[in-house]
């Protein structure tokens, strides 16, 4: 699917979620873990803070299944807030998906790749 504006593979990877402006717009790969879509890898954050990414229209991801999605996402809004009693901060990232792909699989080594202008 393909969505307004910068597709899935020409946004700047969501690097840290601490200093994201809202309205930014950004690209992550995600995965479904127990019938939820998080980040695939661990977006870095300052030392004492746990990061959560909400989706405000979850529903383009499509349904629970294996493997990995390239999403396009723009922040609405980021709340930090500090956890009582703890020297901790917990970071709620909303965004909103703006274009959703699956990631290619790897060209297995050694494998000849056709020049797409071949006749």
């Known amino acids: 699917m393909r ?6 593979r020409e946004a700047a990877d ?4 601490t200093v ?4 930014g717009t950004y690209g992550v790969e995600v995965i479904n873990d ?4 998080v980040p ?22 499509g349904p629970a299944a294996p493997g990995r999605r390239h999403v396009t996402l723009t922040v609405e809004s980021r ?3 500090k956890v009582p009693e703890y020297r901790a ?3 709620t990232v909303r ?10 699989a790897p060209i297995r080594p050694g494998a000849r790749v056709q020049d797409a202008r071949a006749p």
Do not use: F, K, Q, Y
């Open 3 to 8: 969505g307004r504006g910068l597709h899935a």
């Open 79 to 81: 709340d930090i807030e």
């Open 95 to 104: 965004a909103r998906i703006t274009a959703v792909c699956t990631p290619r």
């Open 40 to 61: 695939a890898e661990v977006i870095p954050a300052p030392m004492h803070h746990d990061t959560r990414l909400e989706w405000s229209n979850v529903e383009l991801l």
């Open 89 to 91: 901060w917990d970071t």
């Open 20 to 23: 994201t402006p809202d309205g």
């Open 34 to 37: 127990a019938d939820e879509w």
């Open 14 to 17: 969501l690097r840290d979620v």
